[in-house]
């Protein structure tokens, strides 16, 4: 007979829906807010600890499965704007970790099981911790080769706008996505967030409301900048017409190529959930 003890269970599970949603949240550039990690990671322990207590064994059933698996990431990513592909992929983690648990057992490895979606494991605690702790440095290795935008592929590179004599630094996601452009010139427009850019304008003209784009513009309108500002219509997931206010700069440069002057579309809400750019311009 198989003796299970509750509290290895549970803190294994932890561990393990920890480094999963933090695989999740890594690969799909969602921000990390590790006390929520840890509240998503708790909640799937304490399932899996509560499926072998006496009664429970409903709690295997898939929907059930499927169910706490939700809780989970609402419970961790309940507030990110890209819950469904941070679920998605947290799914197709979860899914390849498993298959590797199955490979290990054929393989003729004891350490670590995988019942009914259960991991269970006999060894001492501390090996336990060990083994985790160096998932978590394999996991971390990997996903920042692989999992997210790198400037060695040269998807980030620095930009530099320059509006008059002042200038502002960012860091730029070179997006084949992108598609926005000026419809007038057909030129690419950059889209930057708007608060990294107050500095260029004159203190009296510092672009606000950007989320109410027609009263930003009628506010920049009033001075010195009127004839380089313009609203910019797009198109976005979730955001089938929207509008930006735009402003040409008299220079952007991007890594080594020079834009010369064209649109800069202000946008009121942060472009990169993870923080690792600022701004976004087509290939």
Same mark, same amino acid.
């Given at each position: ?12 599970? +932890? ?26 990671? *708790? ?5 899996? *600890? ?7 064994? +409903? ?21 990110? /704007?890209?819950?469904? /592909? ?8 979860? %899914? %390849?970790?498993?298959?590797?648990? +199955? ?28 083994? %985790? ?64 850019? *107050? ?85």
């Amino acid at each position: 007979m198989t003796v299970v003890y509750i509290d290895s269970l549970f803190l294994l599970n +932890f561990v393990v829906n920890y480094l999963l949603l933090l695989a999740a949240a890594r690969l799909s550039g969602a921000i990390i807010r590790r006390p929520a990690l840890a509240a998503g990671a *708790a909640l799937g322990g304490g399932y899996a *600890a509560a499926v072998f207590l006496p009664g429970m064994g +409903f709690l295997l059933h898939p929907l059930c499965k499927l169910g706490a698996a939700v809780l989970m990431l609402l419970c961790a990513f309940g507030n990110s /704007r890209r819950l469904l /592909r941070t679920g998605l992929i947290f799914f197709a983690v979860a %899914a %390849a970790f498993g298959g590797g648990i +199955f490979a290990i057992e054929l393989l003729g490895g004891k350490g670590l099981s995988l019942k009914n979606g259960i991991f269970y494991s006999a060894m001492d605690l501390k090996l336990l911790l060990l083994s %985790a702790a160096g998932c978590y440095v394999v996991i971390s290795a990997v996903l920042r080769r692989t999992g997210s935008h790198s400037a060695a592929c040269r998807e980030l590179r620095p930009a530099v706008v320059t509006l008059g004599e002042k200038k502002a630094t960012l860091t730029a996601l070179v997006d084949t996505g992108n598609t926005l452009t000026d419809p007038v010139t057909n030129q690419p427009v950059m889209v930057a967030e708007g608060e990294r850019l *107050a500095a260029l304008f004159p203190e009296d003209l510092e672009p606000a409301a950007l989320s109410d784009p027609v009263s930003a513009l009628e506010h920049m309108s009033a001075g010195p900048l009127r004839n380089r500002c313009r609203l910019l219509p797009y198109q976005a997931v979730g955001v089938a017409c929207g509008m930006l206010l735009a402003v040409r700069m008299d220079r952007v440069q991007v890594g080594a190529e020079d834009y010369g002057s064209i649109l800069v579309a202000l946008s009121p809400n942060r472009l990169s959930d993870g923080g690792g750019y600022s701004a976004l311009i087509g290939a």
